[in-house]
C-alpha cells in the first residue's frame, strides 16, 4: 500500500469550494507529518504551493493567493488542500509530499478540473 | 534569478548508460541540498535522490539504488545524475530541484527526458 493516496482525478464548478485529499497509509499517522502540496500544470514543472502540520504550524509559498489552505481529517487520517472561489486557472494536477524515514514521497497526484 | 538548467537526456537501450546534468545559477549552490525528481509519461512525481550540500551524503530510493549515482561539482554549480543499468521504467521527465531547508522544492528546472527503449 503507497504512503500517501490521492483521488486521482476531481471536478468542481467555477466558483466553489475544491477539498483535495491526500490520505497516509495505515499506521502513519497524519498529526506527526507537515504536509507540502504542489501544482504542475501541463508542460511545467511542479510549484510549490504550501506547507501545513497545524493551524499554528502552517507556510504559504509567497505569491500563492489566500485562496488556497490547508487542513488535516485526523479522523480520516488525511491531509487536505481546499481551494475556495474556484478559477479556470486552478485547473491542474496536485500533489502532496511528506518526509517519510528521511526520504521524500510524494502522493499520485489528484488532476483537479474546473467545468 | 534562481535559474535550473537539466541537460543530458536522450533515448538509450535498456541495460545503457548515460549521466544527466543540472547547471544552476542565481544562488549560492554550495549551501544548498539538491534533488532529482522523475515523472513517467502521463504518471506522476517519483523522488529520486537527494545530494547533501557538499556532496558527502546522498540517498536514493529502492527503485534506484545500486543503479543511479548522485554527484555534484560545487565549482561548476552542477548536479549529475548517473545512470546505469537502465530500464524501460526509467523513462521519464527528470527534474533537478533546490531544497529548502530539508522541507520542501522551491525551485525545479524545465526536466530532460530519457527515454529507454530498444
Known amino acids: 500500500q503507497a504512503v500517501l493516496t490521492q483521488p486521482a482525478s476531481l471536478s468542481a464548478s467555477p466558483g466553489a469550494l475544491a477539498s483535495l485529499t491526500c490520505t497516509l497509509r495505515?499506521?502513519?499517522?497524519?498529526?506527526?507529518?507537515?504536509i507540502y502540496w504542489y501544482q504542475q500544470k501541463p508542460g511545467s514543472p511542479p510549484q510549490y504551493l504550501m506547507r501545513y502540520k497545524s493551524d499554528s504550524d502552517k507556510q504559504g509559498a509567497s505569491g500563492v493567493p489566500s485562496r488556497f489552505s490547508g487542513s488535516k481529517d485526523a479522523s480520516a487520517n488525511a491531509g487536505i488542500l481546499l481551494i475556495s472561489g474556484l478559477q479556470s486557472d486552478d485547473e491542474a494536477d496536485y500533489y502532496c509530499?511528506?518526509?517519510?524515514?528521511?526520504?521524500?514521497?510524494f502522493g499520485g497526484g489528484t488532476k483537479l478540473t474546473v467545468l | 534569478e534562481v535559474q535550473l538548467v537539466e541537460s543530458g537526456g536522450g533515448s538509450v537501450q535498456p541495460g545503457g548508460s548515460l549521466r544527466l546534468s543540472c547547471g544552476a545559477s542565481g544562488f549560492s549552490f554550495s549551501t544548498y541540498v539538491m534533488h532529482w525528481v522523475r515523472q513517467a509519461p502521463g504518471q506522476g512525481l517519483e523522488w529520486v535522490s537527494r545530494i547533501s550540500h557538499d556532496g558527502t551524503v546522498t540517498s536514493y530510493a529502492d527503485s534506484v539504488k545500486g543503479r543511479f549515482t548522485v554527484s555534484r561539482d560545487n565549482a561548476r554549480n552542477t548536479v549529475y545524475l548517473q545512470v546505469n543499468s537502465l530500464r524501460a521504467e526509467d523513462t521519464a521527465v527528470y527534474f533537478c530541484?533546490?531544497?529548502?531547508?530539508?522541507?520542501?522544492?522551491?525551485?525545479w528546472g524545465q526536466g530532460t527526458l530519457l527515454t529507454v527503449s530498444s
Open positions: 530541484a533546490r531544497d529548502l531547508n530539508l522541507e520542501f522544492f522551491d525551485y
Open positions: 509530499m511528506i518526509w517519510y524515514n528521511s526520504v521524500v514521497v
Open positions: 495505515s499506521g502513519v499517522n497524519v498529526g506527526t507529518y507537515s
